[in-house]
């Protein structure tokens, strides 16, 4: 099923759920984008038997009855609401969590917008809505990163885009150039994959990194996803590793600012006279121990030994070069 086939369906179940009376196809023909755009009446009729049919077939109870009962002299559709509305479900955490991720979808992707639009024009004709069906169908998760939709239009339309993105625990932004190829979730985060154009190389930036506007080139359609990518590998490969390991450094006072910027007192032991004792959170030993090695004699590891010993290892190998 194209995109747009599933978004007119989408805006076609909607617009029957919400409606409080029957709704003729004439209308319907009015307010859905996807049906407004069928080349005649007859490709309207063909479009409009078909998707009524798929929905059917999905189990959706469409009913038919007379836009004026008195008169009897146009039939309408519409969807009970009663009868379409599903019992109480239990997820298990990886359902739950497929759900979230495509109600994140639907927010941003721009169905929202599209129903807004076929609602008002419902409204507009005199036809009673009620709102509060879209709940059946909509799950309300509201976004945090703005750059999210510019971001998933660019995948869908195939766009290049340019943005700022700031370096993780830096001040530091730089101008990026990116050929998305899809928006991902990860370890709780968004990100975004694809082609850096600038690096010639894979790359992921985290969505709330992003600053400022997110620039889509007036280019669409410039590029192409290779053949057989797989984002949730490309992300699990490329995303940084949690920091859920602590560390207890010393730090003389009035130096190794990098590492109190993310890590905190360590009130647990008193520090020798002149330093600090500071707890610090961290993915990778070597990361943390290049950290560290930075700071020269300004930071001393005492936990753990994994880490101290690889900082020991270290300074041996540099002492042993410069021999």
């Known amino acids: 099923m194209t995109a747009r086939k599933s978004e007119r369906l989408l805006n076609l179940l909607i617009t029957l759920l919400v409606a409080r009376t029957y709704v003729s196809k004439a209308r319907l023909r009015e307010v859905i984008e996807g049906y407004r755009e069928a080349a005649n009446a007859e490709a309207f009729e063909k479009m409009f038997e078909r998707d009524k049919e798929e929905l059917r077939s999905l189990g ?52 929202a917008a599209a129903t807004s639009d076929a609602l ?10 009620d709102r509060a069906a879209l709940d059946v169908v909509q799950p309300q998760i509201a976004a945090e990163e703005p ?20 370096r993780s625990n830096s001040a530091e932004v730089a101008t990026r ?32 990194r992003v600053q400022g506007e997110v620039v889509l080139d007036r280019r669409a359609g410039s590029y192409e996803v290779p053949a057989g990518t797989d984002l949730r590998a490309v992300t699990s490969m490329l995303a940084p590793a949690p920091a859920d390991r602590t560390a207890v450094v010393l730090v003389r006072q009035g130096a190794g600012h990098g590492l109190r910027r993310h890590g905190e007192p360590d009130d647990g032991a008193a520090a020798p006279d002149g330093w600090d004792r500071i707890r610090v959170r961290y993915a990778g030993t ?16 005492l936990a753990p030994a994994e880490v101290r010993d690889l900082v020991v290892s270290r300074l041996e190998e540099l002492a042993g070069a410069a021999r």
Not at 120 to 129: D, E, F, Q, R, T
Not at 147 to 166: G, H, I, K, N, S
Not at 286 to 301: K, N, S, T, W
């Open 60 to 111: 959706v109870p469409i009913e038919v009855g007379y836009v004026d009962r008195a008169f009897e002299d146009e039939p309408g559709y519409r969807i009970e609401r009663s009868a379409f509305e599903l019992p109480e479900i239990d997820l298990e955490p990886e359902e739950a969590a497929v759900i979230g991720l495509a109600a994140r979808v639907w927010q941003h992707a721009g169905l």
């Open 120 to 129: 008002v024009k419902l409204k507009a004709a005199g036809i009673s809505v």
């Open 147 to 166: 750059a999210f939709e510019p971001f998933w239009q660019a995948t869908q339309t195939r766009t290049a885009v340019t943005f700022d993105y700031r």
């Open 177 to 208: 150039h990116l050929q998305p190829w899809g928006v991902v979730s990860y370890r709780g985060r968004w990100y975004v994959a694809g082609h850096d154009t600038d690096r010639e190389d894979t790359r992921l930036f985290r969505l709330s």
């Open 286 to 301: 070597g990361a943390l121990a290049d950290e560290v090695l930075g700071y020269g004699d300004d930071a001393v590891v």
